[in-house]
């Protein structure tokens, strides 16, 4: 399968546990984006890298969340003392260039803060 | 906010063309249209973009109004499978902001 892959698909843990997610992109994407969707709305923009360079923060960014793509390949995104309101689904996607084509998206990991 | 409007929900019927709605009387010469779908507890598809010219692919069809304020989406024969929440995203091509803004779609049913 030479699509997006993201893991874990799901993701139980508790309040004030720190978690990690992780993105494999379509090879040789050089922008990777990560999105959080939370229930019965549309996917919400939080960060964009293109190679390892993270170019773009949304304010929905909290210092509680860290994103990393250390060699320009897979990515990761880190919640620290996560909280109930953090519950939901995290996106990824990638593409080669944003002016040559879209952005596909991996299945996403649901997260689940109890 | 997403900058384009989409009604909330849809039916069609299986076998018929599926034509669903956009507008997006604020777009810059610069952005382009793109659609998306996501089938419940998936990731978005990608289905279609364009700049001003109507687009073809083997999912579907892209009309754009002359003056680029709307667009529709065709899916020509629409199966069950296709019952999904269809995106609709203006989305620039050069500098600046790169993330795709989602709005809440239209919840699209196709009944048998």
């Known amino acids: 399968d030479t699509g997006v892959s993201q893991d874990p698909r799901h993701k139980i843990t508790k309040r004030g546990q720190n978690v990690t997610f992780r993105c494999d992109p379509i090879s040789e994407h050089n922008r990777l984006y990560w999105y959080r969707q939370t229930l019965g709305q549309g996917p919400e923009f939080l960060t964009y890298?293109?190679?390892?360079?993270?170019?773009?923060k949304s304010r929905l960014l909290s210092d509680r969340f860290s994103a990393e793509r250390p060699k320009g390949s897979f990515s990761t995104l880190e919640i620290q003392r996560t909280e109930q309101g953090d519950s939901a689904m995290y996106l990824c996607?990638?593409?080669?260039?944003?002016?040559?084509?879209?952005?596909?998206f991996g299945q996403g990991t649901r997260l689940t803060v109890v | 906010d997403a900058k384009t409007t989409q009604p909330p929900s849809m039916d069609c019927a299986e076998g018929r063309a599926a034509n669903l709605p956009c507008n997006h009387s604020?777009?810059?010469?610069?952005?382009?249209v793109y659609w998306y779908r996501q089938i419940h507890s998936q990731g978005p598809q990608y289905i279609i973009h364009?700049?001003?010219n109507n687009e073809t692919n083997e999912m579907a069809s892209l009309i754009i109004t002359e003056d680029r304020k709307s667009s529709t989406l065709i899916l020509p024969h629409a199966t069950l499978r296709d019952t999904a929440v269809y995106y609709c995203?203006?989305?620039?091509?050069?500098?600046?902001?790169?993330?795709?803004?989602f709005g809440k779609g239209t919840h699209l049913i196709i009944q048998p």
């Open positions: 604020t777009i810059s010469g610069n952005e382009y």
């Open positions: 995203i203006v989305r620039v091509a050069g500098g600046g902001a790169d993330g795709l803004t």
């Open positions: 890298f293109q190679n390892e360079a993270q170019l773009e």
């Open positions: 996607a990638s593409s080669l260039d944003r002016a040559l084509g879209p952005a596909f």
């Open positions: 364009g700049l001003k």
